[in-house]
């Protein structure tokens, strides 16, 4: 397996250091005409990690996109050190860009201990290995994508993801859509990397579930779409480059927004995390 995308998807979250608690980050070279907020969510989360002691794993993060935000401008992120506790650490962290503020996360970090325990249920799905590759889907759905829809799939290349049910990408879906991700080679025995990596992929087809429902999708060019919040919890400590099933829903929408709420469970059937994202989804009237 090449692990050259999975590298670069490791440099990515490499901040640059500038001293007192700020740190900057770029986007990728092939980001296209918008900022990915997954990329903003992982990047702040790196930014607060780097103030945190290393023993004092996340457990959960909040965070809002105030602007849409450009990728051929470098992202600053200033962290502020809200409290240090016996058992919880919590950090805030603002993103800018030309001195305007884009994007705000608070998270907070636990001293890992015991206590009670239960989880939901894994959903039945068929094995990622039965699935086709995104590739395969985009020949086998070419006449009904969109060409952003294409290339951005096609994109995706440090991520292999394998979609249950596929044909509800193109046909009205009120059950939801459960999705196999893994980041494509290995990566190091970093929990705090694989848990960035973890917010970063949380994003990347959450929202698209609210418009299911209505047979669209977020490359509709009658819709306008933006992540508006987006929160992760995170149970266990999780590894991405091994097969996560995430399970998306969407239980309302309305004044052009849609609620989404996912489940990240691991192959054995664990539950890993828990992610709640609201997000515009506007029709767009001048089209």
């Known amino acids: 397996m090449d692990d050259a995308p999975a590298r670069e998807l490791v440099a990515l979250l490499d901040l640059e250091n500038l001293g007192d608690d700020r740190f900057r980050g770029h986007s990728p070279h092939a980001a296209g005409r918008h900022l990915y907020g997954g990329q903003v969510v992982a990047q702040a ?5 780097r103030t945190t002691p290393a023993d004092r ?8 996109f105030v602007l849409a935000g450009d990728p051929q401008v470098p992202i600053d992120f200033a962290v ?12 805030r962290c603002v993103a800018s860009q030309q001195k ?25 799905t068929p094995d990622p290995e039965s699935l086709a590759p995104i590739n395969d889907l985009v020949e086998r759905f070419r ?4 060409l952003p829809a294409e290339h951005w799939l096609k994109r995706a290349t440090s991520v292999d993801m394998r979609i249950a049910a596929p044909e509800t990408l193109i046909a009205p879906n009120r059950l939801g859509q459960f999705i196999w991700f893994r980041v494509q080679g290995p990566l190091p025995d970093d929990e705090a990397l694989h848990a960035a990596l973890l917010a970063y992929l949380s994003d990347m087809t959450l929202l698209n579930t609210a418009l299911m429902v209505h047979g669209r999708n977020i490359f509709d060019a009658k819709i306008q ?8 919890w995170i149970h266990h400590p999780p590894r991405v480059d091994q097969w996560l099933l995430y399970a998306q829903e969407s239980p309302a929408a309305s004044n052009a927004r849609g609620l989404t709420f996912g489940r990240i469970f691991t192959r054995d059937g664990r539950l890993l995390a828990s992610v ?3 997000g515009l989804i506007r029709l767009r009237t001048n089209i």
């Open 143 to 146: 006449g009904f994508l969109p």
């Open 80 to 91: 502020e050190r809200i409290r240090d506790g016996r058992s919880f650490t919590t950090r």
């Open 100 to 124: 305007r503020t884009i994007f705000s996360l608070e998270a907070s970090f636990q001293l890992r201990e015991q206590g009670f325990e239960h989880a939901a249920d894994m959903p039945q």
């Open 45 to 49: 989360l790196v930014a607060t990690t």
């Open 225 to 232: 779409v933006a992540s508006l919040d987006h929160a992760l």
């Open 57 to 64: 794993p996340l457990h959960s993060l909040h965070a809002y």
């Open 276 to 278: 709640a994202q609201e």
